[in-house]
Every structure is written in structure tokens, then in C-alpha cells.
């Protein structure tokens, strides 16, 4: 069974970072592009990110939104994928999805709140 | 940035009805690779997001074949022939042909 399961998330000062994880299990994860998509309170998707695999040579992009301010890596042999988000605002509060958008693959959610 | 519209934004279905929910992208897409990446999303109340349908009218694994997708270019259709109790959520359009992906602003479906 394919797994994505999101940690880290919490409560955080303006202008302060936090550093997100994602654990993949039940599929070939070097394999894999990871994304991260974030919901804001009782609003819809937005795509923030991707780190692409080792083929690419681990390409990151990111949503303008974000670009600067967030960092996307990945560690294969540990299955993990992190979010190093910094210079918090308080409109990243949101709850942070792993995924694998093209695969269909969606993890469970972290919620991360910016409020002093 | 592809923006996607949807319509209706609010669903009111009978259980046992059909419904029908439409996403329409600012441009084509029609990916230079033949394949249109045109995906729907289910999320139930309190849950992550779930794909239901990929390049337009694929069904993935365990999606009851009740839902379907149509469409093609920059118009597209999610239909369930009978509503269950257990549809109701948001419904999401996504595109993938473009950078960034982007997502269709939700379908909200409840039980009349």
C-alpha cells in the first residue's frame, strides 16, 4: 500500500522557519517526483513545489509564491522528502500535502499555523 | 499560470441521482506528448485529497465505476450516475500539462 505520511508541522512565529518531512513507503520512491501542495483554511489547492529524481539531478521548482523562501530536498535513502520553509508569512498557514500529483499519490497532511 | 473554472461551485444531488461537474482551462491541454493531463480529485470532509480520474477518463484503482470524466482541449466533465452518500466532498480539477499545476477552485457536492 502506497504511503506518503507528512510531519513537522505547528505553531510558528512571523518570520520564523519550519521544517516539514515526508516518509514514503509501498512504492519505488527514488522513482518518484515529490510535491508539496498546500490548503489553506476552508480554501482550495495550491501547488508549492516539486524536487524531481535523481535522472534530472534532483530539479527543484517552485510556485512563485514561495520561490526564496522555501527550500524542497530529498534524502532516497531514508524514503524521505522535507519542506525547509523560511521568512514565515502568516499567509502559509495552510495544511501541507506530500505527493506525487502525476501518480495520484496524496499523504495525509500536516497543518502548519503563522501566528504570533 | 492555466487558470481552470468550474462550475457549479455548489451541488446540491439526490442520492441516487446523476451529477455533473464541468472545468474549463484558460488554454489547451493538449501536452506536446499526446496526452492530455487533465485530472479530478475527491476530498471528502476531513480528508486529503483523492485521485479519482487522470488524463481525462482514466479511472484509478478502486474508483467505483460510477464516475467517469470526459472532455478534451480545454473542457472537461466529471459525471456520477447515482449519487452515494459517501460522494460528498469537494471535487477538484487539476492540470499537469502546464507549469505550475494548477487546481480548479472545488465542487462543493452535499445530499439535497
Known amino acids: 500500500e502506497v504511503q506518503l505520511v507528512e510531519s513537522g508541522g505547528g505553531l510558528v512565529q512571523p518570520g520564523g522557519s519550519l521544517r516539514l518531512s515526508c516518509a514514503g513507503t509501498g512504492f519505488s520512491f527514488s522513482d518518484h517526483y515529490i510535491d508539496w501542495v498546500r490548503q489553506a483554511p476552508g480554501g482550495g489547492l495550491e501547488w508549492v513545489g516539486r524536487v524531481k529524481h535523481r535522472p534530472t539531478n534532483y530539479v527543484t521548482e517552485y510556485a512563485a509564491s514561495v520561490r526564496g523562501r522555501f527550500t524542497i530536498s530529498r534524502d532516497d535513502s531514508k524514503y524521505s522528502a522535507y519542506l525547509q520553509m523560511y521568512n514565515l508569512k502568516t499567509d502559509d498557514t495552510a495544511v501541507y500535502y506530500c505527493a506525487d500529483i502525476g501518480a495520484g499519490y496524496w499523504g495525509q497532511g500536516t497543518a502548519v499555523t503563522v501566528s504570533s | 499560470d492555466v487558470v481552470l473554472t468550474q462550475s457549479p461551485l455548489s451541488l446540491p444531488v439526490t442520492l441516487g441521482q446523476p451529477a455533473s461537474i464541468s472545468c474549463s482551462s484558460s488554454q489547451s491541454l493538449l501536452h506536446s506528448d499526446g496526452n492530455t493531463h487533465l485530472s479530478w480529485l475527491q476530498q471528502r470532509p476531513g480528508q486529503s485529497p483523492r485521485r479519482l480520474i487522470y488524463r481525462i477518463s482514466n479511472r484509478d484503482s478502486g474508483v467505483p465505476d460510477r464516475f467517469s470524466g470526459s472532455g478534451s482541449g480545454s473542457d472537461f466533465t466529471l459525471q456520477i450516475t447515482r449519487v452515494e452518500a459517501e460522494d460528498v466532498g469537494v471535487y477538484y480539477c487539476?492540470?499537469?500539462?502546464?507549469?505550475?499545476?494548477?487546481f480548479g477552485p472545488g465542487t462543493k457536492l452535499e445530499i439535497k
Open positions: 487539476m492540470q499537469g500539462t502546464h507549469w505550475p499545476p494548477t
